[in-house]
């Protein structure tokens, strides 16, 4: 009885240890290139949508540097916004997050 409470301790061991190996890490920015991209680009998100949570987790601290507009309460902003987070670069839209590297190649913020 003794073992098998070891080997499953070892086993649980095991798998979250592989969880914390394999998960993505989350992408860092610096605060300048986070400025860059807000002056170049408009994020469109909404309340309660976990994408647009985990768009902002992306920026972390500095995602108060983006221009955000909350389509919950700012619904005649995002008349032309089909899906949320949606970004606007150069008058072109992505929809969906989108990578650091991806929105500084957009921006040209390096």
């Known amino acids: 009885m003794k073992k098998s409470l070891v080997t499953l301790l070892i086993i649980l061991g095991v798998i979250i240890l592989a ?3 394999l998960k993505k890490p989350e992408q860092q920015v610096s605060e300048n290139v986070a400025k860059c991209i807000g002056e170049n680009s408009n994020l469109y998100v ?8 985990t768009q902002e987790d992306m920026f972390g601290e500095y995602y108060e540097y983006l221009n ?3 389509c919950y309460y700012e ?3 995002c008349l ?3 899906g949320t987070p949606t970004w606007v670069i150069n008058n072109e839209k992505y929809l969906g997050v989108q990578s650091i590297e991806k929105l500084q190649q957009l921006t040209n913020c390096y």
């Open 19 to 21: 969880i914390f190996i």
């Open 68 to 70: 955000v507009t909350d």
């Open 46 to 53: 909404q309340l309660g949508c976990s994408h647009c949570k």
């Open 75 to 77: 619904k005649y902003s």
């Open 80 to 82: 032309d916004i089909s």
